[in-house]
């Protein structure tokens, strides 16, 4: 086994960064090597993470865990190795007729990933988190041996590594099953709501489509707080599909993807900017309600049409903050959340929400619990601890958690709700901070 070196690693949200011994490996020999020789380990995926939680002492990188290992296309049920993305899937089951049955909002996270973060999409409140797909999952524990988790076999180990931050062990591999479509297609309503009542009568409204999900202009106050545009989509079927898309209903042209050069200057983005682009995104949609056909790319990963957008938020990097407030206070909730944001000036232009279903109570380690979700991107600056300190108070208030796949700096009493996943070996920064109390 070549010796593990160490590296400057960070994730999407480039803090923190950290020079950590950093290793990957295809070989399932070498990998129990690795973990057995180390005191704490940490697997990492394609770092698409926000924060601290798929940095450790030692980590695990799964890129080499890139093969595809099986594709039941009568069925819908595909195999992968743990480091395989999401994006690579999609190029391999779209033009088949398959589609991953929840998503988030990027397409570049591993498979592995997305099963130890248990995402969820604009589906939730339909579907469920990635959970709902998975069968099962290979997962090499502490002592480097691997066990075969599914409902039925180790399920104790399948429930906690399901939203476990990958403190339970390294998955190697996923069995998931995928749905039905006719096109890579979705028929789109999107509809502008002048305040924060508003949307949420919209949410309400709209239950009974499949995705949903808002923008939201995070600085607006007084009448206008919570002014947004919802987007509500379904899996378009052939006979809806305009003759441009009809002979290739299940393939997509490529599209120029523009790249990020260089990291922005720190003046580029403040408040006036984020004001003047919430503005100018708002009112490009001229009329109340539009009603389209888009490909799936646009409708569930926007920003992947952006190579480095990251890099937006200049070299010292950013947090992405997502919290969850049950659903009978919501919009109480959320209109305190805004108007705090509103106040500090420190405003997202990526603010997203999004309305979560019931969870399921055996995934007891996934985020989600039925309410509405709020993620926003924040610049690293001096006065962002503050902010945090202030919505982690309202959070708390109204009896919400934040998301750990994104977590960098909120309170524990917030972020520490995972069980079964003591582990002596299996360990992140974000676990310890946790633990601290900090």
Same mark, same amino acid.
């Given at each position: 086994?070549?010796?593990?070196? @160490? ?13 950590? @011994?950093?290793?990957?490996?295809e ?61 690579? $899937? ?14 988030p ?51 104790d ?23 039905? $479509? ?15 009542? =508003? ?5 309400? =409204? ?9 923008? $939201?202009?995070?600085?607006? +106050? ?25 002979? %290739? ?10 790249t ?10 403040? %408040? ?14 001229? =009329? ?19 190579n480095?957008?990251? +890099? $937006? ?8 903050? !997502?919290?969850?407030i049950p %659903?009978? %206070?919501?919009?109480?909730?959320? +209109? ?21 279903? +019931? ?10 619990i ?8 924040? &610049? ?12 982690? &108070? ?6 919400g ?17 995972? &069980? ?9 920064? !974000? ?8």
């Amino acid at each position: 086994m070549k010796p593990s070196f @160490e590296k400057l690693v960070t994730n999407w949200g480039n803090y923190p960064v950290v020079k950590k @011994e950093f290793k990957s490996e295809e070989d399932y020999k070498k990998i129990k090597e690795f973990v057995l020789q180390h005191n704490e380990v940490i697997a990492r995926g394609n770092g698409r993470c926000y924060g601290d939680a798929a940095l450790g002492e030692a980590i695990f990188s799964t890129t080499k865990l890139n093969k595809f290992i099986s594709f039941d296309r009568l069925n819908g049920v595909i195999e992968c190795e743990a480091g395989v993305l999401l994006s690579e $899937i999609l190029e391999v089951t779209v033009p088949q007729g398959y589609f991953l049955g929840i998503t988030p909002g990027t397409k570049f996270i591993s498979l592995g990933g997305a099963l130890a973060s248990d995402v969820h999409g604009k589906n939730h409140h339909s579907e469920g988190c990635f959970v709902e797909s998975v069968v099962e999952f290979k997962l090499m524990d502490e002592k480097g041996v691997v066990i075969t988790c599914s409902r039925e076999k180790n399920s104790d180990k399948f429930w906690a590594t399901i939203g476990g931050m990958g403190l339970t062990g390294i998955i190697l591999s996923a069995k998931i099953k995928l749905k039905n $479509i006719e096109t890579a297609y979705i028929r789109q309503e999107s509809i502008k709501a002048e305040n924060l009542h =508003e949307i949420f009568q919209l949410f309400e =409204e709209s239950e009974d489509w499949t995705y949903t999900v808002a923008w $939201i202009d995070c600085l607006q +106050k007084g009448k206008n707080i919570g002014r947004s545009i919802l987007m509500r989509g379904e899996h378009a079927l052939k006979v809806e599909l305009p003759f441009k898309y009809a002979d %290739k209903p299940l393939r997509l042209k490529k599209k120029f993807s523009p790249t990020v050069p260089f990291y922005f200057p720190k003046f580029v983005l403040n %408040k006036f900017t984020v004001k003047a682009f919430n503005f100018l995104y708002f009112n490009k949609q001229r =009329e109340k309600v539009v009603k389209n056909i888009i490909d799936y790319e646009t409708f569930f990963y926007p920003l992947d049409a952006i190579n480095g957008w990251n +890099k $937006i938020y200049g070299r010292s990097g950013f947090i992405q903050y !997502q919290m969850v407030i049950p %659903k009978e %206070k919501g919009e109480e909730g959320m +209109k305190k959340i805004l108007e705090t944001i509103a106040r500090s000036g420190q405003g997202s232009f990526l603010a997203v929400l999004k309305l979560f279903g +019931k969870n399921n109570p055996l995934a007891y380690n996934s985020f989600p619990i039925e309410g509405y979700t709020l993620a926003l991107d924040f &610049k690293l600056n001096r006065e962002l601890v503050q902010l945090v300190n202030n919505l982690d &108070k309202i959070v708390e208030e109204f009896g919400g958690r934040i998301y750990l796949t994104k977590d960098s700096m909120s309170k524990s009493s917030l972020t520490n709700y995972l &069980k079964n996943v003591e582990s002596s070996k299996f360990t992140s920064l !974000q676990s310890k901070r946790i633990a601290r109390g900090a």
